[in-house]
């Protein structure tokens, strides 16, 4: 495959990319986290990552969904301080087995504009291992995916 993959905000038609089969790695926050994660669980083989920032939906509700996300799944937490709630966040990650948790301490809700700059480095620098992994299994899309400044903020 030659195409490079499409870096997609769920309000910025994911949904419809992965619908055209086109690779993409879909970021999504707070309440339109299940519809994403929904995405990611039905169509594998286009959604290259997930992304979610500060995630809002009912965990033990969508636990089934949850294990059949099968793409490599970032969730990144806001915490102000040591009362923000990140149990949520936490749930969400633990119930997806290819997820990593990460929480960006000091940083307002969302995380997405309360902390560009950590946020950008998490996830570019998961979007390069979520493709290095395809590369590994044979999915690998060619060339990698460019990683432009400012793209996930």
Known sequence: MTTIAGIRWWDDDAQMAVAASIPTHVFASNTDSAAAIELAARNPETVL????????????THTDLLAQVTVPTLVVASALDTTTDL???????GGIDNAVFV?????????????????????????????????????????PTPLVEGAFG
């Open 49 to 60: 990552s997930l992304i979610l920032a500060d995630p809002i939906l009912d965990v033990d």
């Open 87 to 93: 149990t949520v966040a936490q749930r969400l990650a």
């Open 103 to 143: 929480v960006i301490d000091g940083c307002t809700h969302p995380v997405h504009t309360g902390n560009r700059e950590s946020f950008h480095e998490w996830t570019s620098s998961f979007v390069t291992i979520a493709e290095g992994l395809a590369l590994r299994s044979g999915t690998a899309l060619t060339p």
